[in-house]
């Protein structure tokens, strides 16, 4: 699951994941660097697998960095003004529209 925090940076949420057990999270944990993020966006590198059980049970998300968003991104404002068409189960868009939503 996708978590994005106040300071628009985005986190794979892997919270889930962990509750399936000890060789679940040894698996994620040798191949990423895990953050606990918190409700209220704090987030702190773990550095010790068994730190991450006593994480959850705080009320956070155990979370692999992804990114920052970009500065001009707009989610709600992003498809206003274009002609979609639902197609198989997939919307589609013309890419003209979608830049000329851009430069507004």
Same mark, same amino acid.
Request: negative net charge.
């Given at each position: 699951m996708i978590h994005i925090t106040d300071d628009h940076f985005v986190w $794979?949420?892997?919270?889930?994941?962990?509750?399936y057990g000890m060789k679940m999270i040894e698996e994620i944990w040798l191949?990423?660097? $895990?953050?606990?993020v918190t409700e209220e966006g704090r987030d702190s590198l773990i550095e010790d697998v068994d730190l991450i059980?006593?994480?959850i049970a705080r009320g956070s998300r #155990?979370? #692999?960095?992804?990114?920052?968003?970009?500065k001009h991104y707009h989610p709600k404002q992003t498809w206003d003004g274009t002609d979609k068409k639902l197609i198989d189960g997939y919307w589609y868009v013309k890419m003209s529209d979608l830049n000329l939503v851009g430069s507004k």
């Open positions: $794979l949420d892997v919270t889930d994941r962990m509750k191949g990423h660097e $895990l953050y606990e059980k006593p994480a #155990i979370c #692999i960095e992804v990114g920052h968003l970009p």
